[in-house]
């Protein structure tokens, strides 16, 4: 396999010299050739580098101060100061690069202070591909190369899994890669959708090199006097209606995985039961003398933060400390990683063509269109797009806007659905012409907007589960959700705020700039301001 | 406070425009004096550990083409900040600290002195969280300048 290839962005040598000398495992590129040093060594040069050089770089290493001639700073922002461009240039020169490489991984060389110092923190923690180096040891850094190449060569999905380019499910994966083959518990929060269950069997247990079954316990359907003979077991007549022996889901998942679905509902009584099982590993079913021995990897997952069932007194404190909250794993909803729509919402449409029960529709239209055997569905957004035998479903901006605004409340669970539903519908419209004779030719077909909405409308739209505004006095209330970033969490607010000014005032923003500014004349500030955070004007007065 | 205009039309007081000189100082000079050290790998040779040496203290950090050396980084600063800072006693402090790291000097060119790079470093990095405290105290000291 050839050595990952590391371009060096630094006004001095050092830290070309230390790749060169002591990481032989890296290939160093020479981007001025052999007889110039082995860095490129301000901002303008980069760019113009990988301009033309992306393709064969596959870190950079990135300096963050850099003393070089004013005319080779880039400018961190319209407030020019030559010091802070020169102190922070690496930030001025990572915005260069991700103009044109938003995937390229990049290595800052920089404390996390120093990011602090230029604002420039929750910036870069929500930009993907980009880590910083916090430490100046030799393993360090190489760790940091290492993660950062793997991480760029990790594939947007793999089988049925939809990982997406986003950082936080980056982190998620590789976060569970590592914990599915250590004996540890795994804990997964997420809302409702996220795909807990589906990560647990298709990745952890998967990953966790155990040859034994998955098993699953779903503890919200079973009534709470039974949870603890299902867990552990039970012998007969130990229970009302307990005819025979019936043995536990620990014992069932014996060499192999149990995932405890929704563990919130275990009764408070059978959490201390559980702790002692997840301590010692064995098991007693109810009413037996002996223990039994367990080897069991435990997945636990939950649609609340457990700590927040622990501050109600539903949840016992020392249990959620033996699950781990070192192990815990967060499933970011769908809201949060919004820029991976369109990847998803491609993926489920070819997906979706291929489900048992719509594949006939598929074939028979795709006939009609003359393609050759073995086409597929592609989504395509807009008009543009190239024949390339390929059935194209085309989805116009309209029906995209309703996709991209949707706060999909049910996360991916909700967005296959809809999709599903999508390329249902408009495959049985197009197969009933093609059954009527009519001459359906083109191998595209295009979604009704109308449709999309109709979809949406079910599982709650943009606005509807947002509070509205209080009219009796200035309050509004807002949510408050745990996002990537504290810029994301702040513009959040700000949205929710601003959709509870529109209801009140009718989308009125004369009277809006009232009441924010005090002048009912700033309309317009204010109509800018709703564009700077992503809503759309046009379309929440059409709603 | 007395303003002062740097750059182009940024204007700073003296407190912000000293704390901003200890920032130069903790890049230029406590970075680079331990980097060479800090890289090195863990089997390098005791020749090697002498050659991290030299470059820490003799080409410590490089401004375009010229090659500026730790006293010469640590002398600069010393000369450019105001009397006041130097009154108090974090600088006294770093002062020895960085004393204390330059005398291994000494040391390069003498193949009989024992080098321990964990001793080094010590050092070194004692010269960081010196900056460090100086800083504070300007910062805090609101009357000084």
Not at chain 1, 447 to 463: Q, R
Not at chain 1, 479 to 492: A, F
Not at chain 1, 508 to 532: C, E, I, P, T, Y
């Amino acid at each position: 396999m050839r050595r990952p290839r590391i371009l060096v962005i630094d006004d001095g040598l050092e830290y070309a010299r230390i790749v060169a000398q002591h990481l032989p495992e890296f290939e160093l590129i020479e981007p001025l050739g052999p007889d110039a040093p082995a860095r490129l060594p301000d901002g303008p040069a980069a760019i113009a580098y990988l301009k033309d050089n992306a393709e064969s770089v596959d870190v950079v290493l990135l300096d963050m101060r850099f003393e070089v001639a004013e005319d080779r700073l880039l400018p961190l922002n319209t407030n020019r100061s030559l010091k802070r461009d020169s102190r922070f240039q690496g930030i001025a020169i990572l915005r260069g690069i991700r103009d044109g490489h938003p995937e390229l991984p990049v290595v800052l060389l920089t404390a996390q202070r120093d990011l602090a110092l230029a604002d420039a923190g929750d910036d870069l923690a929500s930009q993907s591909m980009t880590y910083v180096l916090d430490g100046d040891d030799l393993d360090t850094l190489r760790i940091r190369i290492n993660t950062a190449f793997q991480n760029s060569r990790m594939s947007l999905a793999e089988g049925d899994m939809l990982w997406g380019r986003s950082p936080a499910m980056r982190k998620l994966r590789f976060r569970l890669s590592t914990l599915a083959r250590g004996t540890l518990p795994v804990l997964l929060e997420g809302e409702t959708g996220t795909g807990k269950s589906f990560l647990a069997e298709r990745y952890v247990h998967r990953n966790s090199g155990r040859d034994g079954p998955f098993v699953v316990a779903d503890l919200a359907s079973i009534p709470a006097d039974l949870i603890a003979a299902h867990l552990f077991g039970a012998t007969r007549g130990s229970y009302t209606g307990a005819v025979s022996d019936r043995q536990g889901v620990f014992e069932l998942a014996d060499g192999g995985t149990l995932f405890l679905d929704e563990i919130q509902n275990v009764p408070l009584d059978v959490q201390r039961q559980l702790l002692v099982v997840l301590q010692e590993r064995r098991v007693r079913p109810l009413g037996a003398a002996k223990e039994r021995n367990v080897d069991v990897k435990v997945i636990a997952c939950s649609n609340e933060p457990l700590d927040q069932a622990v501050k109600a007194g539903r949840f016992r404190q020392d249990l959620l400390m033996r699950l781990g909250p070192a192990t815990r794993v967060q499933i970011p909803p769908l809201r949060d990683r919004i820029g991976d729509l369109e990847f998803f919402t491609a993926e489920l449409v070819t997906k979706a063509a291929e489900h048992p029960e719509i594949a006939p529709l598929f074939e028979l239209v795709a006939q009609a269109a003359q393609l050759p055997s073995g086409a597929r569905m592609r989504l395509q957004l807009g008009r543009d797009g190239n024949a390339d035998n390929t059935l194209r479903l085309v989805l116009p901006a309209a029906g995209w806007n309703l996709l991209a605004e949707h706060r999909w409340p049910g996360n991916m669970r909700e967005l296959a659905f809809v999709v599903h539903n999508l390329v249902t519908f408009t495959l049985v419209e197009a197969a009933d012409a093609i059954r009527a004779g009519l001459p359906i030719r083109a191998p595209r077909l295009q979604i009704d907007p109308g449709l999309v909405a109709e979809l949406l409308k079910g599982s709650g739209g943009a606005m509807d589960d947002l509070p509205a505004a209080n009219e009796d006095d200035d309050r509004i209330s807002v949510v408050v959700r745990p996002g990537q970033t504290l810029n994301g969490v702040s513009v959040e607010v700000e949205k929710q705020y601003f959709l509870a000014l529109f209801r009140r005032y009718d989308g009125d923003f004369s009277q809006m700039a009232g009441h924010l500014l005090g002048d009912d004349s700033k309309a317009r500030a204010v109509q800018l301001r709703f564009n700077q955070i992503g809503l759309k004007v046009r379309q929440l007065r059409r709603r | 406070m007395a303003k002062i205009e740097i750059h182009r039309g940024v204007s700073m007081n003296a407190q912000t425009v000293v704390v901003d000189r200890l920032h130069d100082l903790q890049h230029d000079l406590a970075k680079y004096i331990r980097m060479p050290l800090t890289f090195l790998p863990s089997h390098s040779t005791a020749y090697d550990l002498r050659d991290a040496l030299h470059r820490a203290l003799r080409e410590t950090y490089r401004r375009g083409d010229r090659v500026i050396r730790a006293d010469e980084l640590w002398g600069e600063c010393v000369e450019w900040l105001p009397a006041p800072v130097k009154q108090l006693e974090s600088f006294r402090r770093l002062e020895h600290t960085v004393k204390r790291a330059l005398a291994w000097e000494r040391a390069i060119d003498d193949p009989a002195a024992a080098l321990e790079r964990s001793v080094l470093l010590a050092d070194f990095s004692a010269i960081g969280a010196a900056i460090d405290l100086l800083i504070m105290d300007v910062e805090s000291e609101e009357d000084l300048l």
